[in-house]
């Protein structure tokens, strides 16, 4: 299991396109992938789970991931949250 705490910085959140994008990447591995914001855990797999936690600029969340691939998931959805993907 990979964690990392994550300090969300794209201008828009974690809404829309940017969700879309996001989930795509997430689904790129194999590993299974979870985002915690609050007491909220959602699946980074599920485009309705991700777009339901209202994450915002500024908001903190914690990308965890088990799997053979754990480490290069969760870093490649990091560099995600810190900038726009337009």
Do not use: P
Not at 26 to 44: L, T, Y
């Amino acid at each position: 299991m990979y964690n990392k705490q994550i300090v969300v910085k794209c201008e828009s959140g974690l809404h829309n396109r940017q969700a879309t994008y996001f989930v795509q990447k997430a689904n790129e591995f194999e590993c299974s992938i979870w985002m915690e914001s609050g007491n909220r855990k959602m699946n980074a797999k599920s485009l309705l789970g991700i777009m339901s936690m209202g994450i915002v600029t500024g908001a903190t969340v914690t990308l965890s991931a088990d799997g053979c691939d754990a480490e290069e998931a969760v870093n490649a959805l990091e560099a995600l949250l810190q900038r726009d993907v337009y």
